[in-house]
């Protein structure tokens, strides 16, 4: 049976209006998005943030001072973006999964910002892209939860009612992502460990994992595991497993949006270990490189946290050499 603890847990800072994508690139900095634009009223509109030309913002953070800068506010063809979610190349590029706009790369040494991606091999529309991760030989894998991207309306019963969410594979040095022939219902974080691929599919509640047989072709879908039920306080009853990270033991930390946990399974998905959090809705997490200390940002004061974990976490691609 799993273990509740309390840790203890910092607010770096907060203002980052729908706090996302926390990650570290190659030269040390932290970089975390904020996808929703804040109301006068100071309340985040859901809705609002699909209207044309309304963008969110990649923010670089100050650790130290907790201070943040906008360094990047995606828009193309009059469209506005929401980046969701954030991985770092090799030369330190911050790959980004756009819900409008589909697969960006924001340069630090210029400052500008590529819409890389918005149709897949076959030409379909990318659906809108929430998160993503590099493999061992820098190919790209992205989660697609949204109906497709920019221009097309959104359309939430899609979203969040039908298995409509899609699963890309980038290889490296290509922009045309081919879709995978799987389907989910809003598949959310992702992460990769060895030969295993996993994706949290938050409607279910569910962690499904596949193996990777070869590069870019996947075999033996099957539910790794299932996150407790938890009271979502929200309109929808909407909540589940969101972002994640491996340690360097091989357990899974993911954020429980709407549970208030960071829920912790070991190596072969038993849940272990239930990280109480100071909010409800934790978004992702993201450990500094060779280091303990994991950031975690969060949707009840829009902020980005840090704590101390047991051990390490495991080092990403672009921390390792080839």
Not at 70 to 94: H, L, M, W
């Amino acid at each position: 049976m799993a273990v509740t603890i309390e840790l203890k847990f910092k607010k770096i800072c907060d203002g980052l209006d729908g706090s996302e994508g926390p990650v570290f690139n190659t030269k040390g900095d932290f970089y975390a998005v904020a996808p929703m634009p804040t109301l006068e009223d100071g309340r985040v509109e859901e809705a609002s943030q699909f209207l044309d030309k309304i963008a969110g913002n990649l923010h670089k953070v100050n650790l130290d001072t907790g201070e943040h800068e906008v360094v990047c506010t995606p828009q193309f063809e009059g469209y506005g973006g929401r980046p969701a979610g954030c991985q770092s190349d090799k030369n330190g590029n911050i790959w980004i999964a756009d819900m409008r706009l589909g697969i960006l790369k924001y340069s630090p040494e210029d400052g500008k910002c590529q819409q890389l991606s918005k149709v897949d091999s076959s030409g379909n529309a990318l659906n809108g892209c929430n998160d993503l991760v590099f493999d061992k030989d820098g190919n790209l894998w992205v989660t697609g939860p949204g109906s497709p991207i920019a221009p097309s309306a959104e359309d939430r019963t899609l979203i969040f009612q039908k298995p409509s969410g899609r699963l890309y594979f980038l290889e490296n040095g290509n922009t045309i992502p081919v879709a995978m022939d799987e389907t989910f219902r809003f598949c959310n974080g992702i992460a990769i460990r060895d030969n295993l691929l996993l994706v949290a599919e938050t409607m279910t509640r569910s962690i499904i994992v596949f193996d990777v047989v070869s590069s870019g072709k996947l075999s033996n879908r099957r539910v790794w595991a299932t996150l407790p039920k938890a009271d979502y306080d929200n309109p929808m009853n909407v909540g589940g497993p969101d972002g994640m990270d491996f340690d360097v033991n091989g357990n899974l930390l993911v954020a429980h949006h709407g549970g208030g946990h960071l829920e912790v399974f070991s190596a072969n998905g038993v849940l272990k270990t239930r990280i109480k959090c100071p909010f409800k809705q934790p978004s992702n997490l993201h450990f500094k490189p060779a280091s303990r200390t994991c950031y975690v940002t969060e949707h009840d004061f829009n902020g980005v946290w840090e704590f101390e974990w047991e051990c390490e976490g495991m080092p990403m691609y672009h921390f390792t050499s080839q």
